[in-house]
């Protein structure tokens, strides 16, 4: 069982930089892998970015440049970095947890709404 709280959501006007933490508890192992997805008003949920608990990362095309996933390791905790926002970043944004040999995101947190004004 692995509980996810993630934080740091707001508003912030276009062009702007906001900082998404997630932090992990529970029966968390290595290797695992951390993502972020995304789910905007009318639309379908969306992968943003993954990390691995070794540092390797992965991200969207649409985000790729502008957002980066990092983790502390230590805390448990993985981040967003979100810069050169968009409207089109507004978006209930959840964090996600797997073990790296699982093929699905089982556990998830309850999200926190990012909202970029033009």
């Known amino acids: 069982q692995v509980q996810l709280v993630e934080s740091g959501g707001g508003m912030v006007q276009a062009g702007g930089s906001l900082r998404l933490s997630c932090a992990a508890s529970?029966?968390?192992?290595?290797?695992?892998?951390m993502a972020w997805y995304r789910q905007g008003p009318g639309k379908e949920r969306e992968f943003v970015g993954s990390?691995?608990?070794?540092?390797?990362?992965n991200y969207a095309d649409s985000v790729k440049g502008r957002f980066t996933i990092s983790r502390d390791n230590a805390k448990n905790t993985v981040y967003l970095q979100m810069n050169s926002l968009k409207p089109e970043d507004t978006a209930v944004y959840y964090c996600?947890?797997?073990?790296?040999?699982?093929?699905?995101?089982?556990?998830w947190g309850q999200g926190t709404q990012v909202t970029v004004s033009s």
């Open positions: 996600a947890y797997r073990a790296i040999w699982t093929l699905e995101y089982k556990y």
């Open positions: 990390i691995t608990s070794s540092g390797s990362t």
């Open positions: 529970g029966s968390i192992f290595s290797p695992n892998v």
